[in-house]
């Protein structure tokens, strides 16, 4: 009898249909993977694809989009589009490095002060509360002034400032999780709080996490593009999205320079949050196993 | 026999392209309590959804929902929301979900008053009074200008019922109108159901996996299984001399078979 | 003195602007090993503050709870002592209790690591499948892919697999469809008894606990108010709210009786 009784329930399951929910089906998804892909090649490729030399004088200053230039000349006589290819050499690398990197902390502190409380918490909680509460582009700034100019100093700035936002996310994620049932069944069949943290509550709290990262990609390149049009982050001449977007703005006439930093900006932040949705149904259980089952 | 409030005729739900509710016959007369039982996903709640016409996206429905000989089905959505609260009724598992938590019971069980029946406020307030009243929720007035979480599960359960009759519905959909409460609670719940028809008249269908509690109040009995009907019939027969097997091993599933 | 014993035991809450509250109000109760005792009572009545209580979940205000002669601890951050993680609990909603990331039988090997007689000799995931009806090769699904019941079996072989001595089931029954409930909760009487073990077996509904525990205690507000014999509890209730519980509970006799209404 209890075969007959004990079918899943056929509604819930005809509800969610495989297909309509594998993130590969979604045309978005593909296609920001496939822009994604394309820029990683560039990236690689950048001396083979790049018909200019990124620093050197090539044509005419200003000079506008065609002929042997397709996207025009800078203010020096750089060819845009070859200082395009090479700044994705830096901008997608020091992005994700980035959004990893404040990821990593932020969670760390953020779970350790969800988890452990007290006053762990306490102090993790009011330091980020300090940091969320100046405008980040200042506090990088001040951070970046006093560390000297340069990538790496720009990147520990935005590092220090950026942490807090994962940190409160998944603090709050994790105070809601660790009272959840299978988290407390784990904890009274023998796991101590490490493997309790490690194996019951953060896996099942990775995805919103993971979904605000890819979404501060784009945050991320335009933050770091803020502090070269400052002079606080990379050095001229270094080709690099930001400081050409910056380059393109005191140049509003030649709209060709801003323009084409910007929309490579544009498709490279579309694209990872394209991917970052369909990341969040990959990592969702229910979905899991028909992901794997394609080509993944 | 009293006459049929709601006839439900090959009532079909398709869902995504697949079909949830496969010939659905139904016949709810007036001052009945018509019982569907089933398992969760035997299309119980559906066919609740169904006759309002409150289908998830994507859903389908064929066949016929006639109320007092009007089909529902082919209704447009402004005159089926003209229907839905005003005529039929209905009344959720949870209490506490049902009603807006920063809203005063006033507000929530006046404002389709107002809406349906075009009445003031004061005069919406005066029918809303009668309503709690006549659900033994006491002191009606005072209940108004309280909020959800001043009262207890039991007490708003009774408020919904209050609500749901305020525009004196022809048919009242109760949809496991007790199994989020205390038996104690639930026994007072089931009366004030039962009575609803017995002397206002109304045509209840009462939705519960719980066949005790069928037993106690419902006056016809359908079972339902993935989307059928596999027995429908008078109380007594189907719960003591069920026909089909399955009706059959839910009753012997129950504590001691369903014999106290 | 072996089992659970649970003297005067007190927990409370304290609450902002109002008086504490005291969820469980002097409860004296003792599980022995092999025995099954209902808890009855309506929610809001302290029965589950005292299962989380005896798994050292809630840190007792007032009274002792000892299990095997050993006191009970609160758990903390710690991690559970290998003695007291001989009592185990399950849950109300299976569909909660289960990692949702983790296939079952790595959730079950969890529990077999604790066993007392050590990870070699305790019953393999397959025995611990089989007791509660299930094949051994669901062992490599996903919580998901299971019905609720099945999902409660799931929880009770996991459960099992510690080798405990003290089996609680809160609500265990409770969100499963009315067809499943006797079932299981006789499945969880089975399992438990059969291996030695006592089971407090935590619900609202008499009429189910009626047909497995060895006896019953109904607690109300916190306090016990009457305890006994399962059969002398039903048929001869003592205390008046007893009494309205039982008669409050709905027959699936056909006959259209409505229940008692509660006045109290």
């Known amino acids: 009898m209890s075969d007959v009784l004990e079918r899943p329930g056929r509604w819930t399951r005809r509800l969610a249909p495989r297909g309509e929910r594998s993130p590969w089906r979604q045309p978005l998804a593909v296609l920001g993977a496939v822009v994604l892909v394309v820029w990683l090649l560039v990236a690689a490729l950048a001396p083979l694809l790049a018909p200019f030399d990124p620093l050197e004088q090539s044509g005419d200053r200003l000079a506008a989009p065609g002929g042997a230039h397709l996207l025009g000349t800078d203010s020096l006589g750089r060819d845009v589009l070859s200082r395009v290819v090479f700044g994705s050499r830096l901008s997608i690398p020091v992005a994700v490095a980035l959004v990893v990197g404040c990821l990593v902390v932020g969670a760390v502190l953020g779970a350790l002060a969800g988890y452990l409380g007290g006053w762990v918490d306490e102090v993790v909680m009011r330091v980020a509360d300090m940091v969320l509460a100046f405008p980040t582009i200042i506090l ?19 590092l220090l400032v950026n942490w ?24 009274l069949l023998g796991a101590g709080p490490w493997t309790s943290l490690r194996r019951d509550i953060l896996p099942n709290v990775a995805a919103p996490v993971l979904v605000l990262a890819t979404l501060d990609v784009g945050s991320a390149i335009l933050v770091l593009s803020g502090l070269s049009f400052l002079g606080l982050g990379t050095v001229p001449p270094t080709p690099e999205w930001g400081s050409m977007v910056a380059d393109g703005v005191q140049q509003f006439d030649a709209w060709w320079i801003g323009t084409s930093a910007g929309l490579a900006i544009l498709s490279v932040v579309a694209a990872v949050n394209f991917v970052g949705d369909a990341l969040r149904d990959a990592l969702d259980p229910h979905t899991r196993s028909t992901v794997a089952g394609r080509a993944l | 026999m009293s006459a049929v409030r709601l006839a439900v005729r090959d009532l079909r739900v398709e869902l995504g392209g697949t079909a949830v509710l496969d010939g659905i016959d139904l016949d709810v007369p007036a001052g009945q309590v018509t019982g569907l039982a089933g398992e969760s996903g035997s299309g119980k709640s559906m066919t609740a959804l169904a006759v309002l ?53 006033g507000h929530q069980v006046t404002d ?41 599960g039991g007490q708003l359960q009774r408020i919904a019922i ?28 089931l009366r004030l159901l039962r009575s609803l028809s017995d002397d206002l008249g109304i045509a209840t269908v009462l939705i519960t996996h719980d066949l005790a509690v069928m037993s106690a109040v419902a006056d016809t009995v359908t079972v339902l299984r993935a989307g059928r009907v596999v027995e429908q019939g008078p109380r007594f027969d189907v719960l003591t001399r069920p026909q089909d097997p399955y009706t059959r091993s839910l009753i012997e599933s129950l504590p001691h078979g369903g014999r106290s | 003195m072996s089992g659970l014993e649970l ?40 029965k589950s503050t005292l299962a989380r209580a005896v798994c050292g979940l809630e840190r007792p205000t007032a009274g002792t709870i000892t299990f095997d002669g050993d006191a009970v601890e609160p758990l903390g951050l710690r991690r559970r002592p290998a003695r007291l993680a001989r009592i185990q609990l399950v ?41 509660v009806g299930l094949d051994a090769g669901v062992a490599a699904r996903y919580p998901h892919e299971f019905s609720g019941g099945q999902r409660q079996r799931v929880a009770i072989a996991r459960a099992m697999a510690a080798g405990p001595r003290l089996l609680i089931g809160d609500e265990p029954i409770a969100s499963l469809d009315a067809s499943l409930q006797a079932q299981v909760a006789r499945l969880l009487r089975d399992v438990a008894v059969g291996s030695g073990a006592g089971l407090l077996f935590i619900s609202h509904d008499l009429s189910i606990v009626r047909t497995i525990a060895d006896r019953v205690a109904v607690m109300r507000a916190g306090r016990i108010v009457e305890e006994g014999p399962t059969e002398r509890v039903w048929s001869a209730p003592q205390d008046p709210y007893t009494r309205r519980l039982i008669a409050a509970i709905p027959v699936a006799d056909g006959l259209g009786r409505l229940p008692e209404v509660d006045l109290g």
């Open chain 1, 140 to 158: 990088a700034m001040v951070v970046a002034a006093a560390l000297g100019p340069s990538l790496v100093n720009a990147v520990i700035a935005i």
């Open chain 2, 53 to 105: 016409g409150l289908l998830p996206r994507g859903g389908r429905a064929t066949g016929s929902v006639r109320l007092d000989g009007r089909e529902l089905l082919d209704l447009p959505e402004r005159e089926r929301n003209a229907v839905r609260g005003r005529h039929v009724a209905m009344v959720f598992q949870d209490p506490a979900g049902a009603f807006h938590p920063l809203l005063s019971i």
């Open chain 3, 91 to 131: 849950f109300q909603n299976p569909n909660a209790s289960l990692n949702p990331r983790r296939r079952v039988g790595n959730q079950i090997e969890d529990a077999r690591a604790i066993h007392p007689a050590g990870r070699e000799h305790a019953p393999s995931i397959a025995t611990l499948l089989a007791d």
């Open chain 1, 164 to 187: 807090p936002q994962y940190a409160r996310v998944t603090r709050s994620l994790v105070l809601g999780a660790k009272t959840r049932e299978y988290v407390v069944a784990g904890r």
């Open chain 2, 162 to 189: 209050a609500s749901a009759i305020a525009c004196e519905p022809q048919v009242l959909l109760a949809d496991e109108p007790t199994t989020a409460l205390d038996v104690t609670v639930q026994a007072g719940v």
């Open chain 2, 112 to 152: 389709h008053v107002r809406h349906h029946l075009r009445l003031t406020r004061v005069q919406a307030v005066e029918r809303a009074v009668d309503a709690l009243d006549r659900a033994q929720v006491p002191e009606p007035r005072e209940a108004l200008r309280k909020f959800p979480h001043q009262f207890s």
């Open chain 3, 7 to 46: 003297r005067g035991l007190q927990v409370g809450y304290r609450r902002r602007g109002l008086p504490d509250l005291r969820a469980v109000d002097g409860v004296d109760l003792d599980v022995a090993p092999g025995e099954v005792v209902g808890l009855v009572g309506e929610s809001g009545c302290g």
